[in-house]
């Protein structure tokens, strides 16, 4: 299963829900602010106008949820907004280039119901100078301790484990 090949499309709220769930308002807001200021930068991409005011809904394609997805939980790891921005671009390429043979791929996947080893849907990010990059587990093939050994400090994420929380959206057709 490929994310890229997914048509269908979702508007924030329901994302956002399945992405942190539970939020008090001041939380939920603050996260609505952050998913809108990605959007707007071109961190994440929507389909149609991306900016407010333009009479509809934005709509998010299904690769552009697993990457938002993404892009708040190395927010939650503290990385800074150039470090997830670089990121989600690395990654966005994977998806086009890499299609079926990416951690993403591989853990939407999973979550459809395939079988899937949990390590190939590992992605290793580490910081290369003043950047933070995916370095390793990028193309299905897992991590190796040696390739992350060259790093002093990295933040190593499950896909699987990001993506599980959008489950019920990609396993059924979007409500609007």
């Known amino acids: 299963m490929k994310l890229e090949n997914d048509a269908r499309t979702w508007p924030r709220g ?4 399945a992405i942190a769930p539970g939020l008090d308002a001041t939380d939920r807001a603050t996260l609505e602010k952050r998913a809108a200021r990605w959007t707007n930068e071109g961190i994440i991409l929507v389909e149609g106008p991306k900016y407010a005011g333009s009479g509809r809904h934005r709509r998010y394609p299904a690769a552009e949820v697993a990457l938002l997805a993404v892009a708040e939980t190395l927010h939650q790891h503290r990385l800074q907004i150039d470090a997830i921005e670089n990121s989600i671009v690395s990654l966005r390429g994977d998806l086009k280039y890499r299609a079926g043979a ?3 791929d591989l853990a939407f996947a999973g979550i459809c119901g395939d079988s899937v080893m949990p ?3 590992m992605i290793a990010f580490a910081q290369v100078g003043d950047l933070w990059h995916p370095v390793a587990g990028r193309s299905g093939m897992g991590l190796k301790v ?4 060259e790093y002093p400090v990295i933040v190593v994420l499950t896909m699987t484990r990001v993506l599980q929380p959008l489950a019920h959206l990609f396993k059924e057709p979007p409500h609007d």
């Open 119 to 121: 390590q190939d849907t």
């Open 146 to 149: 040696d390739e992350l050994a």
């Open 102 to 104: 990416n951690a993403l």
């Open 14 to 17: 329901p994302i956002l829900d």
